[in-house]
């Protein structure tokens, strides 16, 4: 997909939501094998939730973008044809959706405004340490080191 449709990918901004926990290299295999077990009927209190329609029609993509590069390869076509690139668009988008729904049915997410006020928090620190570095209440030499009083004393110079 980065090589084939590296511009139109589906936005992954919803990834900020999850918790870090959830941020694996391999999150992308727990969903698609999640998407595989509720289209087999393994998994019935996320069925009942309504994903199955989800990853009925994620898996169905897949087999069409199998589908389609096997036809590809077999062209000894060396370069991405349109059939390759709307196929893997289509995946993408099926992809983004089921796994924002899985992952949102299994933990909690965080909701806009918890984003928000997170962002502001790290807004407030930043400018804290800006200013007493600035003033002389900090070296750099202690930021680089993140000296642990240091970081206990952040927070508290941005409440004051």
Known sequence: M???IPREQHCRDYLAKFPEELLVDNLGNHVLFAAECLVAGTVLE????GLRPLAKNLLCSLQLVRKVLREQSLSQASTCSEPVRMALIRFDA????FELSYVSSLVPVKSPEELYKQQEIVVLFCETVER?????HLSQDM????E???MFTIPR???I
């Open 157 to 159: 110079l941005a409440i």
């Open 46 to 49: 996320l069925e009942r939730m």
């Open 148 to 150: 642990p009083l240091l």
């Open 94 to 97: 099926l992809f983004a959706e």
């Open 2 to 4: 980065e090589e084939c």
């Open 132 to 136: 007493a570095l600035k003033l002389g």
């Open 143 to 146: 930021i680089d080191g993140c």
